[in-house]
């Protein structure tokens, strides 16, 4: 059962970045209505990539590896958790902008956003992709057993 959940954290994750990188490609071209549509499923994915995440992340934490104690006596996973809320806050930002193209999208016309509004959801994506990269150093860490102070 570890290893079947082991898969799991790692597909979610795989398609959190993928969804993530699909935003990100997709806001920087000129907003149209098929775009604006991909953007809106993508962000449905990439939410639900983050809910199966912590879930299954969680339900491994408790129930399928080394233990709460032990995982909350390590910086990496400490850390790993702190990274991963800090992208769960960036991203309400954008899946809100996202969420309000709905009924512009619904009546057949493009949402109105200004370009001011893209550049600074362009910016978010970006540092959510950032914030990636140290949370997989975490990872790595934390798989090899370092930065355990229980």
Do not use: N
């Not at 907003?31 to 953007?39: D, F, K, P």
């Not at 199966?52 to 339900?59: R, Y």
């Not at 996973?77 to 990274?83: E, M, Q, S, V, Y």
């Amino acid at each position: 059962m570890s290893a079947l959940f082991a898969f799991l954290h790692h597909l979610a994750a795989f398609a959190l970045v993928a969804a993530l990188t699909a935003e990100l490609v997709l806001i920087r071209s000129p907003l149209t209505m098929e775009s604006a549509r991909r953007i809106l499923r993508f962000d449905a994915v990439y939410g639900m990539s983050a809910s199966l995440l912590l879930v299954v992340g969680l339900l491994r934490v408790f129930y399928f590896e080394k233990g709460a104690s032990y995982y909350f006596h390590s910086a990496p996973f400490l850390t790993k958790l702190a990274l991963f809320a800090a992208i769960g806050v960036l991203s309400a930002w954008p899946t809100l902008e996202f969420l309000s193209w709905r009924k512009a999208l619904g009546l057949g016309r493009l949402p109105a956003v200004d370009s001011g509004r893209l550049a600074r959801i362009r910016s978010i994506i970006h540092w959510e992709l950032v914030l990636l990269v140290p949370l997989l150093l975490a990872a790595a860490l934390l798989a090899r057993g370092i930065g355990h102070f229980g």
